[in-house]
């Protein structure tokens, strides 16, 4: 991060040209981020009736027969559709990572709206993939044809999209400080004044705007305000090494997905057939089905049992990589976060055998923090994105950066790559060559 008293915006000339193009492209993601969040809400209604609550309780109100079966019409609608899209659409960009990183920012809007309509539609029926990715992209390209109006330059259209898809992504979260750092951190990988003041302009609006659906408040509730103490710090020291070894893996695994995930009309029998076995296996875990929203606000709680949390934590990235290598498109955001709560939870109920006295709810949240960081290779963002989502973890703060830099430490020394980079068609190095992805 450069002095705060830094003005060289020369990369991307903030232009009241630039700003007014901003302020359009925010109010847009808020929009989008509504539009698409009331599309996953009536669909998740029609599939499980859910409307309040947990969507693993509505889930598991129905029979495993409807289970089944909407996951088997998802597997078909995202086979067919996906199919159609590439092939119609080739022609349009909609990597949206890829599109910033490599500087272009020029995305394809008919082809992003279809594949996010796409992507909530058959996440509200299940399907285990982050539902961040659908705003996030939509919001990018509807920036991008804004910033050919108004004859943006390259390199201020690229800063441009990426502070509309951190802004889309905060606004389906309610989250404008993470939403920003991730633009900065994640996307354009500095956190400048030039950079992170257009973003948090950005994802101001988009959240404010987004409150016309929906509602002001934490993504997860009724968190409980957890106390430091000893026991946590020395926990959060320890668990950062294994989160950050295990965080790697992770992300090999997500890179493997991607990287070998099918082509051409194999996606016609290999998501509907991965959506069944997501769909039996759900017989037994419902929590599977989703993002996993519902996996990490009951380790936050300290609700879920030992063995639940083992379960949980071994089968949510499976499940997910299988949905990506499968040929589907979706975010990695709550997947992520889920998985470190559900190693965090665990991590401490072994750890409350020796040192007795701590909530289970604290040890998730410090191994959500380091687990979000470790992984998108972004301490800032991740810690701003579990305390906005909870809006409590203040005064665990300290643990929380512990395991947050000690496992992202590790993880950048063993692999250097993130959920994000691991997907690329060709990641891109820190002396910005492109190159062959590792986690390929």
């Known amino acids: 991060m450069e002095q705060p008293n830094n003005t060289n915006d020369e990369a991307a000339t903030l232009t009241l040209r630039f700003w007014i193009a901003l302020v359009v492209a925010g109010v847009a993601a808020g929009l989008f981020g509504d539009g698409l969040m009331w599309i996953i809400n009536s669909v998740q209604h029609h599939a499980f009736h859910y409307s309040v609550g947990s969507l693993q309780s509505a889930a598991e109100a129905t029979s495993k027969t409807r289970r089944l079966i909407v996951l088997t019409l998802a597997g078909l609608l995202g086979g067919v559709g996906w199919y159609l899209l590439r092939h119609l659409y080739a022609h349009q960009h909609t990597d949206f990572d890829d599109a910033v990183w490599r500087g272009e920012g020029d995305l394809g809007v008919e082809k992003s709206l279809l594949n996010s309509v796409l992507a909530v539609t058959v996440i509200g029926m299940g399907a285990s993939i982050g539902r961040e990715a659908a705003p996030k992209l939509m919001s990018g390209a509807f920036a991008s044809e804004i910033a050919r109006r108004f004859m943006l330059t390259k390199r201020q259209r690229t800063l441009l999209v990426a502070c509309a898809g951190g802004a889309g992504f905060a606004a389906v979260y309610n989250i404008p400080l993470a939403g920003a750092l991730f633009s900065a951190e994640v996307l354009i990988g500095s956190v400048t004044l030039p950079v992170i003041l257009p973003a948090l302009a950005c994802t101001v609006i988009a959240c404010v705007t987004a409150w016309i659906y929906l509602p002001n408040q934490p993504t997860y509730l009724a968190i409980p305000s957890f106390h430091l103490t000893t026991s946590l710090m020395v926990f959060a020291t320890i668990a950062g090494l294994f989160i950050g070894v295990f965080s790697t893996g992770y992300i090999r695994l997500i890179g493997w997905a991607a990287h070998r995930h099918v082509r051409g009309g194999q996606i016609l029998f290999t998501f509907p057939l991965a959506m069944v076995v997501l769909g039996l296996i759900g017989f037994q875990y419902p929590e599977l089905f989703g993002n996993g929203k519902d996996i990490a606000q009951s380790a936050f709680l300290g609700e879920s049992s030992a063995l639940l949390l083992l379960a949980l934590f071994l089968l949510k990235p499976l499940v997910t990589a299988l949905s990506i290598g499968a040929g589907g498109s979706g975010g990695l955001f709550t997947p992520t976060l889920a998985t470190?709560?559900?190693?965090?939870?665990?991590?401490?109920?072994?750890?409350?055998?020796?040192?007795?006295?701590?909530?289970?709810?604290?040890?998730?949240?410090?191994?959500?923090?380091?687990?979000?960081?470790?992984s998108m290779q972004a301490p800032l963002a991740s810690l701003a994105a579990v305390l906005e989502l909870t809006h409590t973890g203040?005064?665990?703060?300290?643990?929380?950066?512990?395991a947050t830099v000690i496992a992202t430490v590790i993880s950048h020394r063993l692999d250097g790559y993130s959920i994000y980079s691991a997907r690329l068609p060709a990641a891109i190095s820190r002396e910005g060559v492109v190159s062959p992805a590792r986690g390929g």
């Open 340 to 374: 470190g709560a559900t190693l965090g939870g665990l991590g401490g109920g072994l750890w409350l055998q020796l040192w007795p006295g701590e909530p289970l709810g604290a040890f998730a949240m410090v191994g959500a923090a380091a687990m979000l960081s470790a």
């Open 394 to 402: 203040f005064e665990i703060l300290v643990p929380m950066m512990i």
